[in-house]
């Protein structure tokens, strides 16, 4: 297990590295001026240039590349071009937000989600399960951007049970986590009514009803843990897409997360946020994944690495 | 079997219950007592008002700064910071009588030297400030005596005093800048009614009421700015009372928020003059006639009907919009002539089939892509092939602002021209006068005509209000004869207020102004 962290660590710099470099080509060659956007229409040519010397940008792409590599080395991640903060203090916070809402809205998809698969896999073809599985449909192929407008008008504009955005506390996480969430839901039900229903199958599943286990115990104890392997690894790739999703639902409720972040400095060119945050982004997907892997090892035993 | 499941259905509606039901809805409202949530369409990009290039920051920058002069509701020119002013040497030396008994936030006092010290670092190169150039007459400043500061121009400027309300030239404390060097842009010091509190970017700007203000004292304590880029939601905020006042308000939505009856609905006409600039180093728009016909085919007021819902006006009377400083109605032109057109094309020797390539930068402007799609649709009719290409806005005016090599890729190109100091001459010069072709500045159809040139010049030089009025006349009606624009419309500036806020209103540069509210419950 040790040399599986390890190994995969020392992976991660060169993904970084790459990761690094291509965000740096792509934004340099995708047109767009920042000192432009920055400055507003009424900037001479005499501002632009000084305000591009401000930001370096008038230097040769590849010291520009060797001084940003170099700077966060020495953990210097640069200032906003926009707002003039330090990245870091833009990045950090912002990070946080989206950490927080993708882990509640995972733990809302997966909680729920198993439990409706587990419920409809044990009363296969019932009412309930049919219910519950056109409900996970709609989940999977509702678009965020939409599901999100319905909840606000919904909960906070007719109902006025939630905040209809922006951030503060625990309500106001509640309908972006659940917008975030309602596909990895509709997922994570599907696999495991499909999973358990196989499970169930199985032959020791029927020596252990034939020896008179109790079948509370069978799908709690023998069943659900080998029905479990197969949700584990897709909610990890989840996880990514949840990050992704993210940018949609923080825009939809206003909410101060990295996606809004990141979407809002490409607009407006500004190099050191995007560099900053999609490095960062990248460096917590990995983490994520290799936690994954580590979680998947405890939970099968035949998984050796 | 199933009867077995049954708890674990319960176990499923009670976790369903819990994972949602945990967060327990908790609204707080937000605001309350005098405190007021402002929805805006972006957060603030800069605080320090002479590096700041878009609305929304100036918008937030004006609670808390002030100027010498500055706008009142009705958008007139008053005193601020100065209490009044007189020019000599030919409009060449001005001389401020400054405002006794002015604080900053910081307990500084603001006089003369307070005043010579930001001039100072306005007109510094090496700041790289966004006022350089919009001060480029100015030659410097002197402290004359505590409250009397003498300012020497280079040249008459008739539109010094527009420029100096034009929402950069606005006085930080000496004290904070000295502190604060380039960080100053977190930590505005103004003299303004408000003060700054905090500023968590993407989430919340806050200021609150600053008890030593020189003017009358707000009612508000507070006002939070909150930034909200979907239109969508900033409206639903707005219905759900998580904000007070939000603007701006989607054309689509105004209808059903005049009939809560918990809102108001404001509206301006905007300074934005939406157009489609006709380059002019194409061929086929370097013929006057081809450029008119173009102005003839598009139906103005069908637009504004069809598209705006009737939320706009047309550019039928001048370039700009009503509320330029400057603005003349210098006659009633292009009214909507498919037949006129296609006359002017065939006398041009136009053959049907022309191709024109058509710029859009897609969600820059109200309604913009329906408009370009709409104008395409005109254009078809009268014989034309166009191919409309729809930027995002950086990559837009990136390409636009380029120097043509040799010539811009464009035959069409959309813009709105809104300035902040609301004066007719860098509201036309930016975009018409033939020395600021790009890169330099916005003439994006490379129009040159010495009457416009000359009329500006003459408009500029003089400090007599009705000879700029006349001077700019001249250059809107030559504009509009030689149409190196499609004139299209001034979309109106919508905003939505709650019902008890009083003394609120939106304004044409683009924004709404809570400062001087009042709650009544």
Redesign the interface.
Known sequence: MGRLIGRRLLFLLPVLFGILLAVFVTMRI????PA????????????LA??R??FGLDRPLHVQFERYVLDILRGEFGRSL????PVLD?IV??LGNTALLAVLST??AV??GL??G??AA??RN?A?DHATMVVAMLGVSTPSFYLG?VL??VF??ML????????????H??LPA?TLGASTLGIVARMTRASMIDVLDEDYIRTARAKGVR??LI?ARHALRNALLPVIAVVALQFGFVLAGSVLVE????F?GIG??IV?S????DFPVVQGSILLVTFVSVVVNLAADILYGYADPRVKY | MNRRFRSLGWIYVVALLLSVGAFVPMVSAQSGGSAVVLATQADAARLDPAATGDVPSMMIQSVMFEGLVGWDKDQKLVPQLAESWTLSDGGKVVTWKLRHGVKFHDGEEFDAQAAKVNFDRWLDKANGLLTLSQFATVDGVEVVDKYTLKMTLKEPNGALLQTLAGRRAMFNSPKALAKWGKDINLHPTGTGPFEFVEWVPKDRLTVKRFDGYWGTKPALEKITFKPVPEPASRVAMLEAGDADAAAPIPIQDVGRLRGNPKLNVMMVDSLDNLHFALNMQKDVFKDVRVRQAVNYAVDKDSIVKNIYNGLAVPLTKSPVSPFLWGYSAVGDFYKYDPAKAKELLKAAGVKPGTKLVMWIPDGRYVQDRQVGEAVAGYLRDVGFDIQIVKMEWATYIGRVGQKPDPVAPYDLAMLAWSVGTQDADWGLAGTFLSTNWPPRAYNLAFYKSEVVDNALAAGRQTTDSAKRIEAYKVAQKQIMEDAPWLFLVAPKFIGAFKKELQNVYVIPFGGAVVKDAAIKR
């Open positions: 995708v047109p767009g001026d432009r956007l920055v400055a507003g229409p009424d900037a001479g040519p005499e501002e000084t305000i010397q401000q926009k707002t003039q903060r833009e916070p912002r733990l809302f909680i729920v439990l409706a587990i419920v044990a009363r019932s309930f407008i606000i008008v906070a504009v006025r049970l939630f905040p209809a955005g922006g951030s503060g506390g625990l309500a996480l509640v659940v079948e509370r799908v825009t939809v409720f206003s101060p809004w972040l809002e490409i607009s407006m060119r």
